[in-house]
């Protein structure tokens, strides 16, 4: 555990002593730079061991709910080091997954679909550590994107008016928005159409206030395609 060098000291005294942080402390009657001593501290192997590098490489950085996400993490040792051992943890949002043994330092899991919910969010991957290397962990940025949902006036109420403001969410990932309404089904648009705009929120004027039904169809176009809540 330590090795006795006229210039560290030498003849050690008694035994060691733990303080609070885990450390072990001792001393010598002989040596050092005054001849006379010194104290030492014993390292312990957990402090000795060197950090890895690790890369996190996702299979996309912006996905939908409805689809799955391959994660790749690379753990490498340092100056040569051996190739590091043990096993690798993701954590995103509320998703853990299970421990996966690195094969020759890399390991790669599949977050399957409908793991994350809408938003952005960070991928942490964490390694065990072995006996050469202390845990470590990093990190890669995803988006789960959503589209819009209206917000105002909630389906299924009774309309206040012949005139009346929608207002909706910005969703996730979503580039433009078109509002629809009509009264000869879902998606009609023989009442209004908003065209596309990056607004949230349309006012439609002129509503018969007869007890008809109307529908109204959001449209959210995300990565270039279009989605829809009714």
């Not at 206040?160 to 648009?189: H, K, R």
Request: some cysteine; charged content about 5%.
């Amino acid at each position: 555990l330590f090795a006795a060098t006229p210039t560290d000291g030498y003849e050690t005294t008694a035994g060691v002593i733990l303080d609070g942080n885990g450390n072990l402390f001792g001393t010598t009657q002989a040596g050092g730079t005054n001849g006379v001593g010194t104290v030492f501290e014993i390292a312990s192997v957990a402090q000795t061991k060197p950090t890895p590098t690790m890369t996190v490489s996702l299979s996309s950085h912006s996905i939908t709910p409805a689809q799955a996400l391959t994660v790749t993490v690379d753990v490498a040792g340092v100056n040569g080091d051996p190739t590091p051992t043990g096993s690798v943890t993701l954590i995103c949002d509320s998703y853990i997954s299970a421990a996966t043994t690195l094969s020759s330092g890399s390991a790669v899991i599949g977050i399957p679909a409908g793991s994350l919910t809408p938003g952005a969010d960070t991928v942490t991957a964490i390694y065990s550590g072995d006996t050469n290397y202390r845990t470590a962990s990093a990190a890669a940025a995803v988006t789960v994107t959503g589209p819009a949902t209206l917000t105002a006036p909630a389906p299924g109420t009774t309309l206040s008016g012949s005139n009346v403001t929608f207002t909706w969410t910005a969703g996730t990932g979503v580039a433009n928005y078109e509002l629809l309404v009509g009264n000869t089904g879902p998606g009609s648009s023989d009442l209004y159409s908003s065209g596309v705009t990056t607004n949230t929120s349309a006012t439609v004027n002129g509503l018969q206030t007869k007890g008809a039904m109307i529908y109204v169809r959001l449209l959210s176009e995300i990565n270039g395609a279009w989605q829809h809540n009714d």
